[in-house]
């Protein structure tokens, strides 16, 4: 454990971003997971409006640091195209 005082306040610091990253990221996990079930279900309207959703949860994400901005516009990307592709395949 550190002994100096600035490093007693980073350790608090570390503890408040993991504790605020961690609660992030499982509201980023739940949003994707919840486009691709739709997606897999061959929902189109649950996945439409899941995805809105999801588009600004990725981006709060990446706009606090807890995920890289390529990240979150891979991930914003490769949910679109998938519901693209299923809006596609339901127009047939």
């Known amino acids: 454990m550190a002994n100096h005082k600035s490093a007693l306040k980073r350790h608090r610091q570390s503890l408040v971003r993991r504790t605020r990253n961690r609660a992030?990221?499982?509201?980023?996990?739940?949003?994707i997971k919840t486009v691709r079930v739709a997606v897999e279900e061959n929902s189109l309207e649950d996945a439409q409006a899941a995805?809105?959703?999801?588009?600004?949860?990725?981006?709060?994400a990446a706009s606090k640091g807890t995920i890289h901005k390529s990240n979150a516009a891979?991930?914003?990307?490769?949910?679109?195209?998938?519901?693209n592709a299923l809006a596609a395949a339901n127009a047939q």
């Open 74 to 83: 891979r991930k914003v990307s490769r949910l679109t195209k998938s519901v």
């Open 24 to 31: 992030i990221k499982s509201v980023l996990r739940t949003s």
């Open 51 to 60: 995805l809105k959703v999801a588009i600004p949860t990725i981006n709060r």
